[in-house]
């Protein structure tokens, strides 16, 4: 039972446009989450975060944005760049839990077009 | 200041082997976690170990294992090696594991291909 979902496995987006990657939880206990991002050859790198007390989280290009009713968040990016063209992973956890209880995505392959 | 680093970057065995895969985190990070990346499955959790003990086991059998060493590097092992252990390994260090909101940072991975 997949408890994080991303149900788009790619993206392509126009440079200079927003890219828009979803991401869908099961288990209600996650409040916090993150996003990661992952070159070809490479580990994920951490991008943004956001606890379930906020809706909403900037850093920079990159937003993420929290609807906890719908247990669904998403994550912005604006404007896009070719450089942002990598497999982005959100993951999931809970305050009560660790960051050993860590719960992936399957990741979403964003290709950014010149 | 060096990242996480694993080796080797490639391991090739044969079906019924062991491996062994290393992982050396961030100086100062005590909590080292092991993903396993097989095509189209994303980051499933392996282990993650802090201060030298298991702290949490992902749903892999016992066939997977590992330690981490006084000075908190860590090692994985796979026994009996299955076609289906070809995956990407990943590596993670973070300074405390016992708190959700902290960050952790990943190695380049160690590719094993079970033939």
């Known amino acids: 039972d997949q408890q994080v979902k991303q149900n788009s496995p790619s993206l392509s987006v126009q440079e200079g446009r927003i890219s828009i990657l979803n991401c869908d939880y099961t288990?209600?206990?996650?409040?916090?989450f993150l996003w990661y991002k992952k070159y070809p050859a490479e580990g994920p790198t951490f991008l943004i975060s956001i606890s379930s007390i906020k809706d909403k989280n900037e850093d920079g290009r990159f937003t993420v944005f929290l609807n906890k009713s719908a247990k669904h968040l998403s994550l912005h990016i604006v404007p896009s760049q070719p450089g942002d063209s990598a497999v982005y992973f959100c993951?999931?956890?809970?305050?009560?839990?660790?960051?050993?209880?860590?719960?992936f995505g399957k990741g979403t392959k964003l290709s950014v077009k010149p | 200041e060096a990242g996480v680093t694993q080796s080797p970057t490639h391991l090739i065995k044969t079906r019924g082997q062991q491996a062994t895969l290393r992982c050396s985190p961030i100086s100062g990070h005590t909590s080292v976690y092991w993903y396993q990346q097989a095509l189209g499955l994303g980051l499933q959790f392996l282990l993650w170990?802090?201060?030298?003990?298991?702290?949490n086991r992902g749903n892999f059998p016992p066939r997977f294992s590992g330690r981490q060493f006084p000075n908190y590097s860590s090692e994985l092992n796979v026994n009996a090696l299955e076609l289906e252990d070809s995956a990407l390994y990943l590596c993670?260090?973070?300074?405390?594991?016992?708190?959700?909101?902290?960050?952790?940072?990943f190695g380049p991975g160690t590719r094993l291909t079970v033939l």
């Open positions: 170990y802090d201060e030298g003990e298991e702290r």
């Open positions: 993670a260090s973070s300074l405390d594991g016992q708190r959700a909101t902290d960050t952790q940072y």
């Open positions: 993951a999931a956890t809970s305050y009560g839990g660790s960051q050993g209880n860590l719960i």
């Open positions: 288990n209600s206990m996650f409040d916090y």
